[in-house]
């Protein structure tokens, strides 16, 4: 089992920035690729982001790409997503999730972490 916890979501105005850290624990050599997705009211959710572990390779949605940065920090166990430029279109529950292989589907993910909110106001 891997255990995933998010944390740094907040309030933010419109242009500003969050990072969002998820820490890992537990069986984390099982970790390939660390995802980031998000899921705004009434919507599916989303991929935002992912890294493997190994390489560092990143892969982004169209929508964040230049804005959002995912980074990892091997040594703790920790990924970390930077979000610049904020647009209130950012504004949902942003999750973490660890899984085998790259994968921009929900469903490639075995482990998620419980979300922090992220709301972007103008």
């Avoid at 970790?31 to 390489?55: C, D, H, L, N, Y």
């Avoid at 995912?70 to 166990?77: C, F, L, M, Q, T």
């Avoid at 660890?98 to 972490?113: L, Q």
Wanted: charged share 15%; proline share 2%.
């Amino acid at each position: 089992q891997v255990q995933l916890v998010e944390s740094g979501g907040g309030l933010v105005q419109t242009g500003g920035s969050l990072r969002l850290s998820c820490a890992a624990s537990g069986r984390t050599f099982n970790m390939i690729v660390m995802g980031w997705f998000r899921q705004a009211p009434g919507k599916e959710r989303e991929f935002v982001a992912a890294i493997t572990w190994s390489g560092g390779t990143t892969y982004y949605a169209d929508s964040v790409k230049g804005r959002f940065t995912i980074s990892r920090d091997n040594a703790k166990n920790t990924v970390y997503l930077q979000m610049n430029s904020l647009e209130r279109e950012d504004t949902a529950v942003y999750y973490c999730a660890s899984g085998p292989r790259y994968s921009r589907y929900v469903s490639s993910y075995n482990y998620w972490g419980q979300g922090t909110q992220v709301t972007v106001s103008s």
